[in-house]
């Protein structure tokens, strides 16, 4: 019996972690503060942070698929997708031809991003830094101040508030749907395809997965275009929560989701994770945030340093999981 | 042994060549576009004295901060580390500085007349040590975490590089802190002999680091941990240690250049200090032919490919181009340079050079 608990634990250890510790900061918020309790609360983490969710999935990937890989440039694509979907809105553009376009400028980012760290050589986090201060430059090159969204669609999506059945008074918006829905999407492509085996190999041992013949350079660049992906539609989704496109929108939230995907499980080395875990990461952090505001005395930068010294936490507790994991 | 190596072939090998290449390319533009760009000059100034001013003096004056900032990131990237977190440091240092000077502090009924006074709480000294502890401190942290804690260091010092703009605004209770006292602005604003002070500044700490790293064992234990760690810890150098002196030093050199901006521009401002100097403090190291993979390294040349992205960032400014888009024209900018150092256009110069080489031979055959 110890002996299937144990590697039990093991490979699920990190992921039982974070949902006992999501489970706890949530109930211990609801003891603090009961207004907390309501259900509508619970759906608030996913409105609020539907932009992050996105984020997180995208990173996960990126960070699975090991050497280093990072994506920093998540905050900046934000912004500029939020800046430009603005400009061409108010420009008189339409939103089906909008959305499309930044999607696929989002894709292209990622992916050039991609091409440059496969066949340049260059490291992950100085070519996504680029990245970053590429995209956040052109977004205040389209616009210094901040550019209001008057556009009908995007108004009712702002507005229309999806009622959830069995539950009075509970709620969500159309754009909190796409979070849940590009997890299920990633979630089948990390445990269903073989790009997502192509992923694991590769974090866990570049080499060996090129030896046995495994589509490396694609995946790489594949990866990088998916979680730009991720970040255009966090960054329309973040322009259609507030209505607005503006340069210094998503600052830092680049930490923010790699403390997600920390939290959740995954591994900075790569190889080792999901995004299941990141899921609950990205609740951890919102539960985080709300019990903030529910408190209401704590300044905001307090989010920023309770967030990282639990990603330093979560990183101390996968050391010594993983590290035990290697001597078994 | 070094005579031995011909001059042409010691110029063409030297770590300075190319920033030096870059600045004199950067300034000869500028003497083609605006004719007024080297004018110098000798202005009589009410505080100050005598001294020089003109762009050439601004470029100095104004990257100094950033030139210390490339000095201490040197030392980091050469052991195959990286530290987001000087921009955070930076402001940290200023926002010590500002609240310590503040004459408000513990006093009880706080006027606009104490707020404003030109007084201070503390004194100069003990104001400069604090900040210097303060940003030692951060890199301590930093160090610790990548060295002892095994975190990479993109993660370890992105937490602080998020983390510390929040720490900047608890220090400051979340305010910009305006400065009156005048003694403090001498670091930013002050000159000796008609130089800038920080020009000064630069100068004795690139002094220290030089005596340290090449008149010690330091500069070479820091090189072999960056070409190959384990190896390193084999052959008997604690190479934790030589990581955390490396942190420690890149934030000892984080807080003077926090001191010397918040003196500059009189005020501290937790979210707006030292924005974007990582990123700058990293080209600058690239420019000076430091590898980002770690190895060996040149604190001189970093110091100029400050130099030159200060001559650029006036030239660019002095054409009319707006503040934040130069963030892009920055991006592009890094991303030419890091290709052009990669390995790739490397092996693309030397199958170019060998191809003619080749093709000589033909010839004299």
């Known amino acids: 019996m110890v002996q299937r608990i144990k590697p039990f634990l093991l490979r699920y250890g990190p992921l039982l972690a974070t949902i006992a510790i999501f489970v706890l900061v949530y109930y211990l918020g609801g003891r603090l503060y009961p207004s907390m309790q309501k259900p509508q609360v619970f759906f608030n983490l996913f409105i609020n942070d539907s932009s992050l969710l996105l984020v997180s999935i995208g990173m996960t990937l990126v960070i699975l698929s090991g050497g280093g890989g990072i994506d920093l440039s998540v905050g900046g694509v934000i912004a500029l997708v939020s800046t430009a979907s603005a400009a061409l809105l108010r420009g008189g553009m339409s939103p089906y031809i909008v959305i499309p376009l930044m999607i696929v400028l989002g894709v292209a980012l990622g992916g050039g991003m991609g091409w440059i ?12 830094l680029m990245g970053l201060f590429l995209a956040r430059g052109l977004a205040y090159i389209i616009s210094l101040t901040s550019v209001t969204i008057k556009d009908p669609l995007y108004k009712t999506m702002a507005l229309t508030p999806i009622y959830i059945p069995f539950i009075p008074k509970a709620y969500i918006y159309p754009t909190t749907l796409v979070g849940p829905i590009m997890l299920l999407v990633a979630i089948y492509l990390t445990f269903f395809t073989r790009f997502g085996r192509t992923l694991y190999a590769m974090g866990n041992n570049e080499q060996s ?29 973040f322009s259609i929560s507030l209505l607005a496109g503006y340069g210094q929108f998503a600052t830092g939230m680049e930490l923010d989701s790699i403390a997600a995907v920390v939290i959740g499980g995954t591994a900075l080395t790569g190889g080792i994770g999901n995004v299941i875990g990141t899921l609950f990461g990205v609740l951890i952090h919102g539960t985080i945030v709300s019990i903030l505001q529910f408190n209401g005395t704590l300044s905001s930068w307090w989010t920023r340093i309770g967030v990282g010294v639990l990603t330093l936490v979560f990183i101390g507790i996968q050391s010594l999981f993983y590290a035990r994991k290697k001597h078994s | 042994m070094k005579n031995n190596i011909p001059l042409l072939k010691r110029i063409r090998e030297s770590r300075l060549l190319w920033p030096l290449i870059a600045w004199v ?7 083609i576009v605006e004719p007024g760009f080297f004018k110098l000059g000798i202005i009589e100034d009410p505080v100050y004295g ?6 050439l003096v601004d470029i100095f004056n104004n990257g100094a901060p950033l030139m210390l900032v490339a000095i201490g990131m040197t030392l980091v990237i050469a052991t ?32 606009n007349d104490i707020l404003t006074k030109n007084a201070t709480n503390t004194p100069l000294p003990i104001i400069v040590l604090a900040d210097i502890a303060a940003g030692t401190l951060c890199g301590l942290w930093n160090g610790l975490l990548v060295s002892k804690a095994r975190i990479p260091p993109i993660v370890a010092t992105l937490i602080l590089m998020v983390a510390g703009r929040g720490i900047a605004q608890l220090i400051t209770n979340g305010q910009i802190m305006t400065i009156y006292y005048t003694p403090y602005f001498w670091f930013g604003n002050g000159y000796i002999l008609g130089l800038p002070v920080s020009i000064y500044i630069v100068a004795v700490v690139m002094l220290l680091g030089w005596i340290l790293v090449r008149k010690t064992a330091i500069g070479l234990f820091i090189e072999s941990v960056g070409i190959n760690a384990k190896s390193t810890y084999f052959s008997g150098i604690n190479e ?16 003077i250049a926090g001191l010397i901006l918040s003196s500059y521009v009189h005020s501290a401002d937790g979210n707006n200090n030292g924005l974007n100097y990582e990123l700058d ?14 190895g060996r390294f040149s604190m001189l040349a970093s110091v100029i490919g400050a130099v030159v992205i200060w001559t650029f960032t006036v030239t660019v400014y002095s054409m009319g181009v707006p503040a934040n888009a130069l963030l892009a024209a920055k991006a592009v900018l890094v991303m030419a340079v890091i290709l052009l150092y990669s390995d790739y256009s490397r092996s693309l110069i030397t199958r170019l050079f060998e191809r003619r080489r080749g093709s000589q031979h033909g010839t004299t055959n």
């Open chain 2, 25 to 31: 390319l950067i300034l000869v533009f500028d003497a």
């Open chain 2, 50 to 55: 005598k001294h020089l001013y003109g762009n």
């Open chain 1, 209 to 237: 997965a090129l030896l046995m013949g495994l589509p490396v350079p694609l995946t790489k660049i594949l990866v990088y275009a998916f979680s730009g992906l991720c970040s255009a539609l966090g960054g329309i989704v």
């Open chain 1, 117 to 128: 760290i496969q066949y340049l050589k260059v490291q992950p986090f100085i070519a996504t």
């Open chain 2, 281 to 294: 403090a990293i080209l600058a190291v690239v420019m000076g032919g430091t590898s980002l993979m770690g």
């Open chain 2, 240 to 255: 934790q240690n030589v990581k955390l002196l490396t942190y420690a030093f890149c934030g000892l050199c984080g807080a």
């Open chain 2, 80 to 111: 195959g580390g990286i530290d987001l977190s000087v921009g955070a440091v930076i402001a940290i240092s200023a926002a010590m500085g500002a609240v310590l000077i503040n004459p408000a502090l513990g006093n009880k009924l706080i006027t």
